[in-house]
C-alpha cells in the first residue's frame, strides 16, 4: 500500500532561513506528487505539484520541490523564509492504479520575525 | 468562478446526535474526497467519490459514518451517535480527474465540536 512520510511534525525558523521538509513516499510506480499548504484560518491550496519532466519544479511564493525517484523523495525547499510562510504543509501521492491521492501527516512551520 | 463550498461552517452538538454535513464542489468535478482534520493528527482520508463508480469507503471509522454524492454533484456526509472524539474539522475536496491524479480543490470546511 502506498503511504507518505513527512520526516518533521514542527519546524520553527527565523526569518531568512532556509527551509526544507521532507517528504518520502512508498510506491514502485509513475507517481504524481504534490505539496499543499494551509495559512492560518484559511483552507488547504495546492503550492506546486509534479508530473513529469524537469524533477525540480517550481510553485507560488519561491518555493520549489525536487523529485529524486531514486530516494523515492520530494521535498519542497525556500532559499529564505518570511513570516508570512508559517502555514501547515502537506506532501502528497498518487501513484499510477491507485484511486486516490495519499497525504503526509503534516509539517507545521512557524517563523519568527 | 466558485470554488467548493462547505456548510455549516460550525456546528456544536451533542453527544449521541446525528449530524449532516454539506459539500458543494466545483461544477464538473467528478471525484469528490472527504477528510478529517484533528489538531495534530494531519489529514485523515474518509471517502472517495469517483464519478458513476462505486464510492471507496475505505477510510471511514466505523459505521456510524455514512456519506452519498447525489447526481454526481452535492455530497452529504452523516455522523450518527456522535461521541467527543468526532469533534474535528471535516474537509471536502473535488478534482476533476476521477483516477485521483490531478490536483484536489478544498473547501473551507466544517468545524464539529460534539459535547
Known amino acids: 500500500a502506498q503511504s507518505v512520510s513527512q520526516h518533521n511534525h514542527h519546524v520553527i525558523l527565523s526569518e531568512a532561513a532556509s527551509l526544507e521538509l521532507g517528504c518520502n513516499y512508498s510506491y514502485g510506480g509513475t507517481v504524481n506528487l504534490f505539496w499543499y499548504v494551509q495559512y492560518p484560518g484559511q483552507h488547504l491550496q495546492l503550492l506546486l505539484k509534479y508530473f513529469s519532466g524537469d524533477p525540480l519544479v517550481k510553485g507560488i511564493k519561491g518555493f520549489e520541490a525536487e523529485f529524486i525517484k531514486s530516494k523515492f523523495s520530494f521535498n519542497l525547499r525556500k532559499p529564505s523564509v518570511q513570516w508570512s510562510d508559517t502555514a501547515e504543509y502537506f506532501c502528497a501521492v498518487w501513484g499510477t492504479g491507485g484511486f486516490k491521492t495519499i497525504f503526509g501527516a503534516g509539517t507545521r512551520l512557524f517563523v519568527k520575525a | 468562478g466558485a470554488g467548493v463550498s462547505q456548510s455549516p461552517s460550525n456546528k456544536v452538538t451533542e453527544k449521541g446526535k446525528d449530524v449532516e454535513l454539506r459539500c458543494d464542489p466545483i461544477?464538473?468535478?467528478?471525484?469528490l474526497y472527504w477528510y478529517r482534520q484533528s489538531l495534530g493528527q494531519g489529514l485523515e482520508f474518509l471517502i472517495y467519490f469517483q464519478g458513476n463508480s462505486a464510492p471507496d469507503k475505505s477510510g471511514l471509522p466505523s459505521d456510524r459514518f455514512s456519506a452519498e454524492r447525489t447526481g454526481g454533484s452535492v455530497s452529504t456526509l452523516t455522523i450518527q451517535r456522535t461521541q467527543q472524539e468526532d469533534s474535528a474539522v471535516y474537509l471536502c475536496?473535488?478534482?476533476?480527474?476521477?483516477?485521483?491524479?490531478?490536483?484536489?480543490?478544498f473547501g473551507p470546511g466544517t468545524r464539529l465540536t460534539v459535547t
Open positions: 461544477s464538473g468535478h467528478t471525484a
Open positions: 475536496a473535488s478534482s476533476f480527474s476521477r483516477t485521483g491524479a490531478y490536483e484536489q480543490y
